[in-house]
Every structure is written in structure tokens, then in C-alpha cells.
């Protein structure tokens, strides 16, 4: 698909590096239109005729309008026997979806499986409708096409029979039993803290406990304890608690307790302030404390943990230590702790902490980031799947997937949608509502594209590039996944989706419903709630660029700087409330001051971001249409300044870096960009310096023939064995020149590698990242010299 990475910033305009396939070449001959439908006839063909083997249990559908039931019969057929559920619909509307759960009497044995998709664990058997039997009409059934299943052993009527969580025979559900009477562990002035005994579940597993006061709710909890909190002192209030399971179904209520809160007149002294308050460990989002016990003339009732002047946690009075979570890494907090009593008498504060998180990559290590674009595919015939060949697996630590868009219309990330970019770089539509969910999780990949050799079945609600993701993560279960959204082509709509509080709210829950959750829209058979879930460990923000002029027609304003503090605060409060492991939230972030200056408060989105990738090449560049700088060579990707640069602003990596730095930004939250592309012109005079910033005419013709001016390592060297490959020692550059009135490339090499690796330690930065790894060689040459460099 047409989509374009990101030029350098700021000055005339031009085209990003450009990972473009060739047009037509977006999906081989022969595969788009004709093929599917010849692949879908086969199925439902084989789905008539032959075993359902088992597969992996699919999200259940949503529950529909109609009653489902299902019966069950037996047919002995001498050495085995057959047994069959037909779903009935006795609603007045068609259900769309069915699931059938139930499990098998001792002694059974499975030897078969028709006419749906079947998990079994142990003696528990989950059945997952066929794509051709999901529907039942009103007033009809599954038939002639219900599920059904051969087995050895004694014949029987399995027990705990369920569809679509309704049992089987319509009868309605046991919700649970009334909890034990609630008591109060805890009486202050503000809160009442309760417990009591568990309720009895009936049909289905508890989930939780509702706390009422008379007929309101004023707590929820999941175990058998809860803190009421917000309570008028010395007020007399009413409790009861009631259980709900995990279908919904709410019991009846325990019996009630009254509880008069604490009167403040009675008790005027505060606790003493707790002592000794220090740092029991920290990790890259979360810092442990203890602290000495305070001491009260009634009772002390809670410790008050505080981060800077803001509650970060509340522990009981029997507990001397907390740990704060949702902190940002390499991060320097100051922590206090008060005590309080039954009163709410406030303590005055301990003495102070300060404590620094750890990096995302742990002390002494570096991490190493690689860009996967979505599009490689196809023209690159790049695939997941050379991510383990190449050893680049191996050697990475996270892999962002580029990219995915926003919603031209409602704000909300985009997916579902398989839609080409124009191909013209300088139309402002280019990107609009453009996205790949075909490449994402609907394009069956072929054994030999496939991680772990296995094909895509074709009709597996998982498939494409995410699945192979998945196969990947559980070959390399250290690797984590990140979700690029935006990119050159796709930045056009941040600036709406983060100009309202309402607007960031609404487009963060999208992004974590749809990548973090893994929600994703049905599109031809794949996809469907929660099949998404797992494969990606966070979120990426490629806006380019906040501020300032990006891909031409794209949004922006003055606005966008603090906005974009704000869109990084909703996206890390949002993936904090999930809970579970740490999800990372990054950004891809300028080297140009000016760009840095219009759209990134380098003073505030750290306390958001785990890390910045800081873009370290497309200094220079021709640009595929020759509207960047066509007429001049330069170093696209130099690690230190060139006294020969004839531009008025030096461009290198040590000054985009001293940027960040001087800024305050701590080194352990940023990572160098390492280029395996190439920039090249033709037409280049020697000009006495083998072409360096010498005359050109234009790009040189790429990889691709809608993409001049770009090659990958691989390509480069492959096409050019004889080029003459120079080492530019003051700025640490590698180019390579054809001769006179020849062309001339500005490229990473391993030499190049090494010497901005060392710098990169040197400078005590998190580390290097890629743009983008199919450009590396089949053996992974430079991915072995980044990973060689940062250990």
C-alpha cells in the first residue's frame, strides 16, 4: 500500500523515506478478486464433507435477540456411537452466533467432530458455530446441518449443557445465595471498611459484590471486603451486600448492618508522622516503600502514601508499606506517607524519599527497537517470518508495526479497512481512510510465510500479519509488540482527535478497545471481539508533526503542543487503569529544534512516555519527486556535524540528541534511529570529494519505481557490487559513489554502526532503533551489528 514514512522536518518541503511498494504490486497477480471466492467455495465444500478439527475457542458473540435452546440425542452404532445438539430458536427474530458448552460423562471419548469449531478441555467441550450454520431463523434450527460428534465408550447425556450461556433446556438461571451479614472492620468519619462471608454461587461463579446503602450502590468489589468511603461524620448509615455472577444474574440481599461514623469533635489529635520512610526496590513503572508505624491516642486508621503533593495510594492502618504503580521509567519521584485516624486527623508528613525508576530495559542493558511495516508484504516480500530467519528476533527487543490510521470522521483509530493510499505524495487526501486490514489479520498466510511453518486455514478469525506476530511472540517470549499509529501518511487527524479532553478520551479508548484489547472490526470472516487480544504490549505515536507542516493537507495549529501533553496523559492513564503487565506508550520524535520547539513540551511528555525514538536519519534527501533537495548530495543519517555541510543548520545525531538533553530529558529514555535505507541522487559531479555535497540531478532510481531516491541495505549493495564505498571519519558517515556524473548513496554500513553504537553508550542513551527491518540483509547484517554495538 502506498504509505510514506517521515521526512527530517522543518525546512523546504519533502518527502519521508519511502516505503513504498510498487504500485500493482500490493497483492501478487492473481490473488485479489479471483482467488478468495475460489478459497471460500473449497472450504464450505470440505466444511460439508470432513471433521472439523479442533481449533482455538473464538470470543463468544454477543448475546442476541431470541431464545436459544439446544437438544441433545443419541444414536449406537455398534462399536461407536453418534451424538447430536440441535439448536433451536423459539424467538420471533434470527440469532446470528451460537456457542455450545457442556461436559462429557466419565468414560466418553471424542474420536469426532462436525459441522463446528471444537475446544476441548479435559472432560469440557466449548463448540463454536461453522461460518454456513451461525445463523437460526425464527421459529427454526441448525438443521440439517447441527453439530455433532462421534465417541467411544459408554453412551450418555452430557451434563452442564449451555448455548450462548442460556442452558440448554430454557429453564432459567440459580442466581447466588445472600452474602454472610456484613461487619465493620474499620468505623472513621469519613469511611466505614466492611467484610463478610462469600455467597453460594448457583448456576455460575460469583464475580462480584455489591455494597448498598438502602437502595444505592456505593461500592463494588470482587472479593469479600470494601472501604464505603465519602461519608458524613457522625452519621448513622444502613449496609447490605448483595453477589453477582458472572452472567449478570443478581442475588438477593445479606442481611443489613447499621454503623455510625466517628464524630472529629471527639478526638482532636493527630497520629504521629510515620518514620523511616525509604525505597524497598523499584522496577520501570512501580517503587516499593516501608515506613515505621505511627502512633495514635485512639487507633490509627489508614497510611496516606503521597507522590509529590498527590495521593498516589491509601493502606490500612495494619500495613506498613505500599507500592506506587503507573510511574513513568527512568523517572525521579520525591514520596511522603501521613498517618490517619478514626477521626481523619491527618499526621504531619515523613520525611521525604526520592527514588528514580528503572529504564524499560534494565540497568547496564540497551534496547533495541525495529520498526515491522505492514506493507512489506508485498513488493519487499517481507514477512514476519524473516524477523526469525534473519536472527533479528532474536536480537530485538520490541517491534513497533507500522502503521495504522485514525478515522477521518469519528477520531477513533481506524481498522476493518483495506483502502490504497493515492500514490501521490503531494495530494492531501493521500492517506485519508486509508488501512490494511488485509495484511493485518485477514490475508492467510502460506506455510513457507508462516513463523512457525503452518499455514493459515483461510478461514481462521486470525490470520495475516498479526498472527505470525503471535507465533513469533511465543517462539521469543521476551520480545514485546507496540502499535505505530500515524506515520507521514496517516498524521493527517491527530490534531482533532486531540484537541478536546472529550476528543482524546473518546479516541484513547478506541485505540485500546481496538489494539489493546483486541477488538477487532469483523472483515472477511476474520476478526470479532477479543481476537486481537495479546499481540500488542502498547502504543506508538507517530504524529508528524504536532505544531508544524507534516504530509501536505495534514492538521495543525499552536495548539497542538499542549495537546498532544495531554493525548500522552490520557493513553497512559487509560493503559494504567487496565492493570496487568506495564504496557509501554512511545513516540517517534524529531531531530530539528524547530520541529521540536512547535510540538513536543519536552518538559512534560516524559512524565507520559516510557521512551522517545529520536529520528536520526532523512537529513538529506532527494525525495521520490525531487521536491526535497534534488540538486545537491548530503549525509542523511551522520552521527556529528560536517564542516563541509553548506547548509545553514548542521544537521547530525549528537545535535538532535544535545536537543533532548539540555532539555532536561534523562538519556535512559531515549533511543538513537538507525537507517537500513539508503538516500541516493544521480547525475552527481566529483567535485574533487567523490561526490560529497557536490551537484546532482535529482533522485536516483529506487528499490522501487515509484519510490526514486530509496534503496534498502540489501537491495544497494546487491545492485551496486562495484560501487566504490567511502568511511567519513569526522562525521561518521558511510556513502558510496558509482564515478563521475554517476550516483551517489548515503547509507548505514557496519562500520557506521559501530562507531554511532559506541557513541551511543558513550552518551549513556537507552538505545538504537530501526527504520525498518526489511531492508537488512537475508542473514541480518546489520541487525547483528546494532545488536554486537549495544551490547
Given at each position: 500500500?502506498?504509505?510514506?514514512?517521515?521526512?527530517?522536518?522543518?525546512?523546504?518541503?519533502?518527502?519521508?523515506?519511502?516505503?513504498?511498494?510498487?504500485?500493482?504490486?500490493?497483492?501478487?497477480?492473481?490473488?485479489?478478486?479471483?482467488?478468495?471466492?475460489?478459497?471460500?467455495?473449497?472450504?464450505?465444500?470440505?466444511?460439508?464433507?470432513?471433521?472439523?478439527?479442533?481449533?482455538?475457542?473464538?470470543?463468544?458473540?454477543?448475546?442476541?435477540?431470541?431464545?436459544?435452546?439446544?437438544?441433545?440425542?443419541?444414536?449406537?452404532?455398534?462399536?461407536?456411537?453418534?451424538?447430536?445438539?440441535?439448536?433451536?430458536?423459539?424467538?420471533?427474530?434470527?440469532?446470528?452466533?451460537?456457542?455450545?458448552?457442556?461436559?462429557?460423562?466419565?468414560?466418553?471419548?471424542?474420536?469426532?467432530?462436525?459441522?463446528?469449531?471444537?475446544?476441548?478441555?479435559?472432560?469440557?467441550?466449548?463448540?463454536?458455530?461453522?461460518?454456513?450454520?451461525?445463523?437460526?431463523?425464527?421459529?427454526?434450527?441448525?438443521?440439517?446441518?447441527?453439530?455433532?460428534?462421534?465417541?467411544?465408550?459408554?453412551?450418555?447425556?452430557?451434563?452442564?449443557?449451555?448455548?450462548?450461556?442460556?442452558?440448554?433446556?430454557?429453564?432459567?438461571?440459580?442466581?447466588?445465595?445472600?452474602?454472610?451479614?456484613?461487619?465493620?472492620?474499620?468505623?472513621?468519619?469519613?469511611?466505614?471498611?466492611?467484610?463478610?462471608?462469600?455467597?453460594?454461587?448457583?448456576?455460575?461463579?460469583?464475580?462480584?459484590?455489591?455494597?448498598?446503602?438502602?437502595?444505592?450502590?456505593?461500592?463494588?468489589?470482587?472479593?469479600?471486603?470494601?472501604?464505603?468511603?465519602?461519608?458524613?461524620?457522625?452519621?448513622?448509615?444502613?449496609?447490605?451486600?448483595?453477589?453477582?455472577?458472572?452472567?449478570?444474574?443478581?442475588?438477593?440481599?445479606?442481611?443489613?448492618?447499621?454503623?455510625?461514623?466517628?464524630?472529629?469533635?471527639?478526638?482532636?489529635?493527630?497520629?504521629?508522622?510515620?518514620?523511616?520512610?525509604?525505597?524497598?526496590?523499584?522496577?520501570?513503572?512501580?517503587?516499593?516503600?516501608?515506613w515505621d508505624r505511627s502512633t495514635d491516642n485512639v487507633a490509627v486508621a489508614a497510611y496516606d502514601v503521597y507522590r509529590g503533593d498527590t495521593l498516589a495510594k491509601t493502606v490500612g492502618a495494619d500495613t506498613t508499606t505500599a507500592t506506587v504503580d503507573g510511574l513513568s521509567p527512568a523517572t525521579a519521584y520525591t514520596f511522603t506517607v501521613r498517618a490517619r485516624d478514626t477521626a481523619d486527623n491527618s499526621s504531619a508528613a515523613s520525611e521525604a524519599v526520592r527514588v528514580t525508576t528503572d529504564d524499560v530495559a534494565g540497568e547496564g542493558k540497551q534496547l533495541k527497537v525495529g520498526y515491522f511495516v505492514q506493507w512489506g508484504i508485498y513488493g519487499r516480500q517481507y514477512f514476519v517470518k524473516n524477523l526469525d530467519t534473519s536472527g533479528a528476533a532474536a536480537r530485538l527487543d520490541v517491534i513497533n508495526y507500522a502503521f495504522e490510521n485514525l478515522d477521518p470522521t469519528d477520531l477513533t483509530c481506524q481498522a476493518g479497512v483495506t483502502k490504497g493510499t493515492s500514490g501521490n505524495p503531494q495530494d492531501p487526501d493521500e492517506g485519508t481512510g486509508a488501512g490494511d486490514a488485509d495484511a493485518d489479520y485477514a490475508r492467510p498466510m502460506s506455510a513457507a510465510q508462516?513463523?512457525?511453518?503452518?499455514?493459515?486455514?483461510?478461514?481462521?478469525?486470525?490470520?495475516?500479519?498479526?498472527?505470525?506476530?503471535?507465533?513469533?511472540?511465543?517462539?521469543?517470549?521476551?520480545?514485546?509488540?507496540?502499535?505505530?499509529?500515524?506515520g507521514w501518511t496517516y498524521s493527517k487527524f491527530f490534531s482533532d482527535a486531540a484537541a478536546t479532553p472529550e476528543s482524546r478520551k473518546k479516541f484513547?479508548?478506541?485505540?485500546?478497545?481496538?489494539?489493546?484489547?483486541?477488538?477487532?472490526?469483523v472483515y472477511n470472516g476474520a476478526g470479532g471481539p477479543g481476537t486481537g487480544a495479546g499481540i500488542f504490549d502498547g502504543i506508538d505515536i507517530d504524529w508528524e508533526w504536532p505544531g508544524s507542516e507534516g504530509h501536505p493537507g495534514n492538521h495543525y495549529g499552536a495548539q497542538d503542543k499542549d495537546n498532544l501533553t495531554?493525548?500522552?496523559?490520557?493513553?497512559?492513564?487509560?493503559?494504567?487503569?487496565?492493570?496487568?503487565?506495564?504496557?509501554?506508550?512511545?513516540?517517534?520524535?524529531?531531530?530539528?529544534?524547530?520541529?521540536?520547539?512547535?510540538?513536543?513540551?519536552?518538559?512534560?511528555?516524559?512524565?507520559?512516555?516510557?521512551?522517545?525514538?529520536?529520528?536520526?536519519?532523512?537529513?538529506?534527501?532527494?525525495?521520490?519527486?525531487?521536491?526535497?533537495?534534488?540538486?545537491?548530495?548530503?549525509?542523511?543519517?551522520?552521527?556529528?556535524?560536517?564542516?563541509?555541510?553548506?547548509?545553514?543548520?548542521?544537521?547530525?545525531?549528537?545535535?538532535?540528541?544535545?536537543?533532548?538533553?539540555?532539555?532536561?530529558?534523562?538519556?535512559?529514555?531515549?533511543?538513537?534511529?538507525?537507517?537500513?535505507?539508503?538516500?541516493?541522487?544521480?547525475g552527481v559531479t566529483d567535485g574533487g570529494a567523490d561526490g560529497e555535497w557536490q551537484d546532482a540531478n535529482g533522485a536516483a532510481p529506487g528499490q522501487f519505481d515509484t519510490e526514486a531516491g530509496v534503496r534498502g541495505y540489501d537491495n544497494l549493495i546487491t545492485s551496486f557490487p562495484n560501487m566504490t564505498v567511502h568511511h567519513d571519519e569526522e562525521s561518521v558517515s558511510t556513502f558510496g559513489y558509482t564515478g563521475p556524473n554517476g550516483q551517489w548513496w548515503s547509507f548505514d554500513d557496519v562500520w557506521s554502526i559501530g562507531r554511532k553504537t559506541a557513541w551511543t553508550k558513550s552518551k549513556g542513551l537507552l538505545g538504537g532503533f530501526v527504520w525498518e527491518m526489511s531492508g537488512d540483509t537475508p542473514d541480518g547484517r546489520l541487525m547483528t551489528a546494532l545488536d554486537n554495538g549495544l551490547k
Open positions: 500500500m502506498f504509505h510514506r514514512r517521515r521526512p527530517l522536518s522543518g525546512r523546504s518541503p519533502r518527502r519521508g523515506r519511502g516505503p513504498l511498494p510498487v504500485a500493482g504490486a500490493r497483492r501478487p497477480s492473481g490473488t485479489h478478486g479471483t482467488a478468495r471466492p475460489r478459497r471460500l467455495i473449497a472450504a464450505l465444500a470440505a466444511a460439508l464433507l470432513l471433521p472439523f478439527a479442533a481449533l482455538t475457542t473464538l470470543a463468544s458473540p454477543a448475546h442476541a435477540a431470541g431464545t436459544l435452546t439446544a437438544t441433545f440425542t443419541t444414536q449406537d452404532n455398534g462399536s461407536w456411537w453418534k451424538g447430536t445438539y440441535v439448536v433451536h430458536n423459539s424467538g420471533t427474530a434470527a440469532v446470528s452466533g451460537w456457542t455450545l458448552e457442556f461436559d462429557l460423562p466419565a468414560g466418553m471419548t471424542v474420536t469426532g467432530n462436525y459441522h463446528g469449531d471444537v475446544t476441548v478441555s479435559g472432560r469440557h467441550v466449548t463448540v463454536e458455530n461453522a461460518f454456513y450454520n451461525a445463523n437460526v431463523p425464527a421459529g427454526g434450527s441448525t438443521e440439517p446441518y447441527s453439530y455433532w460428534f462421534t465417541a467411544t465408550g459408554t453412551a450418555g447425556t452430557p451434563t452442564n449443557c449451555t448455548v450462548n450461556g442460556d442452558k440448554c433446556d430454557g429453564t432459567p438461571d440459580v442466581p447466588p445465595t445472600a452474602p454472610g451479614t456484613p461487619e465493620a472492620t474499620a468505623v472513621t468519619a469519613h469511611s466505614v471498611a466492611l467484610g463478610w462471608s462469600a455467597a453460594r454461587p448457583g448456576d455460575h461463579p460469583v464475580t462480584s459484590y455489591e455494597v448498598l446503602n438502602g437502595s444505592d450502590t456505593v461500592a463494588t468489589t470482587s472479593g469479600t471486603s470494601a472501604t464505603v468511603t465519602g461519608l458524613t461524620p457522625a452519621t448513622r448509615y444502613t449496609f447490605t451486600v448483595r453477589a453477582k455472577d458472572k452472567r449478570g444474574n443478581t442475588g438477593p440481599a445479606s442481611e443489613p448492618l447499621t454503623v455510625e461514623t466517628v464524630d472529629p469533635s471527639t478526638d482532636p489529635t493527630p497520629p504521629t508522622a510515620p518514620g523511616n520512610l525509604r525505597s524497598t526496590g523499584e522496577t520501570a513503572s512501580s517503587v516499593g516503600l516501608a508462516s513463523v512457525d511453518g503452518v499455514a493459515d486455514d483461510g478461514w481462521g478469525e486470525l490470520r495475516g500479519n498479526f498472527n505470525q506476530l503471535k507465533k513469533l511472540k511465543a517462539k521469543y517470549p521476551h520480545l514485546k509488540v507496540v502499535v505505530s499509529l500515524g484513547v479508548e478506541s485505540c485500546i478497545d481496538v489494539w489493546i484489547k483486541g477488538n477487532l472490526p495531554a493525548l500522552l496523559a490520557e493513553f497512559r492513564k487509560q493503559l494504567d487503569a487496565l492493570g496487568g503487565e506495564h504496557k509501554l506508550l512511545t513516540a517517534f520524535t524529531p531531530a530539528d529544534p524547530a520541529k521540536i520547539e512547535a510540538g513536543w513540551d519536552l518538559s512534560r511528555i516524559f512524565d507520559s512516555l516510557d521512551y522517545a525514538n529520536v529520528q536520526g536519519y532523512d537529513f538529506h534527501g532527494a525525495g521520490s519527486d525531487n521536491s526535497w533537495e534534488p540538486n545537491r548530495t548530503g549525509h542523511a543519517s551522520n552521527l556529528h556535524a560536517d564542516a563541509e555541510d553548506p547548509y545553514p543548520f548542521h544537521f547530525s545525531i549528537e545535535n538532535a540528541i544535545r536537543t533532548y538533553l539540555d532539555a532536561g530529558v534523562n538519556p535512559r529514555k531515549l533511543t538513537v534511529g538507525f537507517p537500513f535505507y539508503e538516500r541516493g541522487w544521480q
